[in-house]
C-alpha cells in the first residue's frame, strides 16, 4: 500500500511543479514588436535595413521593421504593395553585388 501512495504523491507533485512559470519567464521578451504600423511609402535610399518576423513564440502576426539611415525605426505592414516592391527591389540588387566574381588569390610557391 505505500508504494502505491508515494507513487500518487509523486504525481501530484509533478503536476504541480512550476515548469510552465519558468518556461514563460524566459521566452518573455518574444512579444510582438510593433504596436503600430505606417502606410505611408519609405524611398528605398534611405533604408539601411529591413528585418521581417514570422509570427510564433509570442506574437500572432508577421512583422516588419525597417532602420533608416538616420536612426529611427519604422514598423510597416509588411502586405502592403510598396513594401513588397521594395523587398523585391533590395533582393535583386543584393543577388547583382553578389554575384560577381570572387579577386584572385596569389599563391605563394614553395621551393
Known amino acids: 500500500m505505500r508504494p502505491s501512495l508515494a507513487a500518487v ?3 501530484l507533485a509533478s503536476c504541480l511543479a512550476p515548469g ?5 519567464a524566459n ?3 518574444l512579444k510582438c514588436k510593433c504596436s503600430k504600423t505606417i502606410s505611408r511609402p519609405v524611398h528605398p ?4 535595413r529591413i528585418q521581417v518576423t ?4 509570442g ?3 508577421f512583422e516588419a521593421l525597417i532602420w533608416t539611415r538616420s536612426k529611427q525605426i519604422l514598423c510597416v505592414n ?3 504593395r510598396w513594401f513588397k516592391m521594395v523587398l523585391k527591389y533590395r533582393r535583386s540588387h543584393r ?3 553578389s554575384s560577381t566574381p570572387p579577386a584572385p588569390v596569389s599563391k605563394k610557391r614553395t621551393t
Not at 535610399?45 to 539601411?48: A, D, L, S, V
Request: hydrophobic share 30%; with cysteine; net charge negative.
Open 95 to 97: 543577388k547583382a553585388l
Open 59 to 61: 506574437c500572432p502576426k
Open 20 to 24: 510552465h512559470g519558468i518556461l514563460e
Open 27 to 29: 521566452y518573455t521578451s
Open 9 to 11: 504523491l509523486l504525481l
Open 45 to 48: 535610399n534611405i533604408i539601411e
Open 78 to 80: 509588411p502586405q502592403d
Open 54 to 57: 514570422p509570427p510564433g513564440n
